[in-house]
């Protein structure tokens, strides 16, 4: 790992850890607050949307992998589709998230790694979940590494979930993920895109005062923000 992989990773750790010492963040993102309920339902609409189009609709055989899992939510939301709870693993920079995790998903494996450094076998998962991790890396090695991990653990023709921004001007430690950028990361892989999530600045605006103009504002797609993308390894 070069020096500037290096920085950017302990870049990340310290960005987390202020963000988990903030308090904000309990607040921001707890489904108690009506706009991030409204994003997350909106997603969940569109992932199982998505997953029901590729005629994945029985979880229960799947192992599934998620890169940055955090405290576990979003594979607490594969738990509710169907997932089985002992095929559910979760990789993060950031053990005290992982704790937390850990205690909402006893019965599923979570490790404190680099997805630069996967620690698992080649051909390990049938699904990798990526929501929101690569956004957070500024290093274009550092995610061309980490994609390229993604697809080592990945089973041949196995499928790769992904969340992600395309935009964000206002947190200059995040950096939007175009289409054609994705496209690159991940050459000789199927690619599906679907731009979906009311931009969060808008939402935070708009959902208070009409929950029904922000579904019609979303379902125009021009002010969404992120790329939900099915990819899949060609065989």
Not at 129 to 148: C, D, G, R, W, Y
Not at 198 to 218: K, N
Request: glycine content about 4%; charged content about 20%; hydrophobic content about 45%.
């Amino acid at each position: 790992m070069t020096l500037e992989n290096q920085d950017d990773i302990q870049r990340l750790r310290a960005e987390y850890a202020r963000r988990e010492e903030d308090g904000i963040s309990a607040i921001k993102y707890s489904r108690f607050n009506p706009v991030q309920l409204f994003l997350l339902q909106s997603r969940e609409r569109a992932l199982l949307q998505l997953l029901r189009k590729h005629n994945i609709t029985d979880l229960g055989n799947l192992s599934i992998c998620e890169i940055g899992c955090g405290r576990g939510g979003v594979l607490q939301e594969f738990l509710t589709f169907g997932a089985d709870p002992q095929k559910l693993f979760g990789i993060d920079l950031l053990y005290p998230r992982l704790t937390e995790a850990e205690s909402r998903l006893p019965l599923s494996c979570f490790a404190c790694a680099d997805g630069q450094m996967l620690p698992f076998p080649s051909h390990s998962f049938d699904l990798m979940l990526q929501f929101t991790a690569f956004s957070s890396i500024l290093s274009p090695e550092v995610k061309q590494a980490m994609a390229e991990e993604i697809l080592r653990v990945l089973q041949p023709q196995g499928i790769l979930v992904w969340y992600d921004f395309w935009l964000n001007p206002t947190n200059p430690q995040t950096k939007g993920i175009p289409p054609k950028e994705i496209a690159a990361l991940f050459p000789h892989c199927v690619l599906e895109f679907h731009k979906i999530t009311l931009a969060p600045l808008l939402a935070r605006r708009v959902v208070p005062f009409s929950w029904p103009l922000a579904m019609m504002l979303e379902s125009t797609k021009l002010f969404n923000s992120h790329y939900l993308v099915f990819i899949q390894k060609e065989s």
